[in-house]
């Protein structure tokens, strides 16, 4: 079995003028038929699709958001990189990328599911249907996690639909594709089919195949490939977007109680963000995460990105900085303040994240967390607050909260109210790609005080159009079926 890899260098997301991908062949092409006609080759195929859907987290996508929601700044050395996002100015024909990139992936998802639905492949004696739908299970979940990055960037959130009765385009989240039809001219499906016609289905059933002791074989690093906590995890975060509160809380405290991830302090907790060149199986916060190495020949640009430019050499781009807004929120014996970041003589008065400081003596290799245990105690925080969620053992959604902010060696909180959930979540995960969502979910308003670009776009209020990107302009204009988000068309 190969390592699973992620040439995320060819693959990332950047703003781009893109091909309408949902009127083209996918990137498997016809050969790709004789491939899938064993199991050896969908096992294969499915390793290219951990690539395929895992790539935009390596890229760009997590630093783009904090970026545009404040808790990012351009640096004062910046090469240009990240002028646009922070004033949001997104157009049809300069959009995120994320639109191209997922529905490949998709398309690549559907070839596979389609090849062991048919059940038509050979296989060695030694192939058992436990075999077969663990890998089903892989894919259905990757596709459902490019699924569910698409409705959250290209639609406005589902409980503001579901709060105002929300019809029409302002209701459309994007085009549901389970077969593959390149004649086919999908329209855009509702937000709310988009999660319980394909994301919670196709969750549901990956939990209900994958044998629990599944561990893909032969890979460099487990907490980077499928597995049961991982599905369980993915279902607390989908369920909170859902505000199927019980379930998130149940799901959340399924993955909690599971034993192999704990929450981390002091120098066990900022060790996690060295640059391991293989994390630990156990004992770790890391859930699922993208695994790079440069013996694989992927690589990632958020440490040249984040990582404050050097006094001689300048080894990384600075492009980045920690906004003061961002700043502002932390204790000064908060360890993700005094650990996770650093100044640069040369700069005084700016900050920069050493999240990703790079391994293997570049700062282009870094492991990326996709998903941590800490999101879980906060997500139950919230389900228990938000939709008086039970859980048995846990008094109150305060007690969550706090795990979270005394282990970082933060203040305890007093109360747990949705803005200091909020709070908590914008310091634990910043440059991880959090913000932009939860921001949506929780219909807060966007206001910065530390901003120096575009004027008009300091403030972002919720609602807004702004807050569902444009769709790519020539997937709108190939496609009659189509619909441009509110605030995008073009004359």
Known sequence: MKKIFLSIAVLGLALSSCDDFLTKDPLMNQTSDIALSTFEGIDDATEGNYLSVISWYGASFPLTFDVMCGNGMVGPVNTGRMRQEPAWNFTPTSELGLWASAYSAILNCNKVLAAINQNEFTRTSDVTEADINNVKAENLFLR????FDLVRVYAQPYGYIKEKGLTGVEAMGVPIITVEDITARPARNTVAEVYENLIIPDLEEAERLMDPSYERA?????????????????????????????????????????????????NNFL????????????????????????????????????????EIGGAGYGDVRMSNDLINLFDETDIRYTGLTKTNPRYPGYRWCTKYPGKTGGLQYNNVPVIRISEMYLIRSEAMLRGNAVVSGVSSPLDDLNRVATSRGASAYSTATVSNIFEERRKEFFFEGYVFFDMKRLQISLYREDYDLDETVRDVEFPSYRWALPIPENDVLNNSNMDQNPGYQQS
Request: overall charge negative.
């Open 271 to 310: 060790s996690m963000w060295k640059g391991r060149d293989i994390a630990p199986w156990t004992g770790d916060e890391f859930i699922f995460e993208v695994y790079v190495a440069q013996s694989d020949g992927s690589s990632t640009a958020l440490g040249t990105y984040l990582t404050a430019p050097e």
């Open 218 to 266: 032969d890979v460099a690093d487990r907490v980077a490939t499928i597995s049961t906590p991982v599905i369980q995890a993915m279902m607390a975060r989908v369920y909170l977007e859902h505000e199927d509160f019980q379930l998130a809380a149940d799901y959340a405290t399924k993955v909690i109680k599971n034993g192999r991830f704990r929450l981390l302090s002091g």
């Open 144 to 147: 459902a996690l490019a699924y």
